[in-house]
């Protein structure tokens, strides 16, 4: 399976736009590209997913760099419910394999009032 | 809404003891799935069940068994366990559609002494 690399940790402001970076450099031409997010003591969640081209749903935006070997998921305005461990992952469609997504570490975010 | 549901809570159990973790959820969901998290870490998968009838094993199957009792219900059974199973496990299910997301349930804390 492709791997992921996520900054351990990242810090911002309540109320600014925070900037998720995944660098995913062997990703393959089938593989989406998932993210969830866990808040404290509660199971993950899923944020959004994509494959190429830019996408937006009302918790957050995804931009796809043009080789996909990056992607940045983006919190436009951090509140503080938005403080959690999140992940992004590879998922392959390709060769009818079963839906076992593989969770990384993720990135721990805090975000200060 | 209640969408997954996982009993118990807590548990904890002496080293040798049996128990079984409930899971259930309400969202006529065809694959459902069991993960664990240790502390500082990402899930691993334990088994999953794409559909009724059917189980399969995951990165992390030893010590335990699973049971896919009807499209509601999947259960994960610890026959003796061992203080290495001291974890978080996650219940997860998800419907139909090639990039569906996986929905979680909020856990069960179970530390074995």
């Known amino acids: 399976d492709a791997k992921t690399t996520q900054p351990n940790s990242m810090e911002s402001n309540e109320e600014e736009p925070v900037h998720l970076p995944c660098n995913h450099s062997?990703?393959?031409?089938?593989?989406?590209i998932h993210w969830y997010r866990q808040l404290p003591s509660q199971g993950p969640e899923y944020v959004i997913h994509?494959?190429?081209s830019n996408v937006n749903n009302r918790m957050a935006s995804l931009a796809i760099a043009e080789d996909r070997k990056s992607s940045t998921l983006i919190l436009h305005r951090a509140t503080l419910r938005d403080a959690a461990v999140y992940y992004c992952i590879l998922r392959d469609v390709g060769g009818g394999s079963n839906y076992k997504l593989t969770f990384g570490k993720g990135t721990l975010l805090t975000v200060n009032p | 809404n209640a969408g997954v549901t996982q009993t118990p809570k807590f548990q904890v159990l002496k080293t040798g003891q049996s128990m079984t973790l409930q899971c259930a959820q309400d969202m006529n969901h065809n694959s459902m799935y069991w993960y664990r998290q240790d502390p500082g870490m990402g899930l691993r998968l334990i088994y999953y069940s794409a559909s009724e009838g059917t189980t399969d094993k995951g990165e992390v199957p030893n010590g335990y068994n699973v049971s896919r009792l009807n499209k509601r219900e999947f259960s994960l059974r610890l026959e003796s366990a061992a203080p290495s199973q001291t974890s978080v496990y996650f219940c997860?299910?998800?419907?139909?559609?090639?990039?569906?997301?996986?929905?979680f349930g909020n856990g069960t804390r179970l530390t074995v002494t």
């Open positions: 994509g494959l190429t």
């Open positions: 062997t990703i393959s031409g089938t593989d989406y």
């Open positions: 997860a299910s998800r419907g139909t559609g090639e990039n569906s997301p996986l929905h």
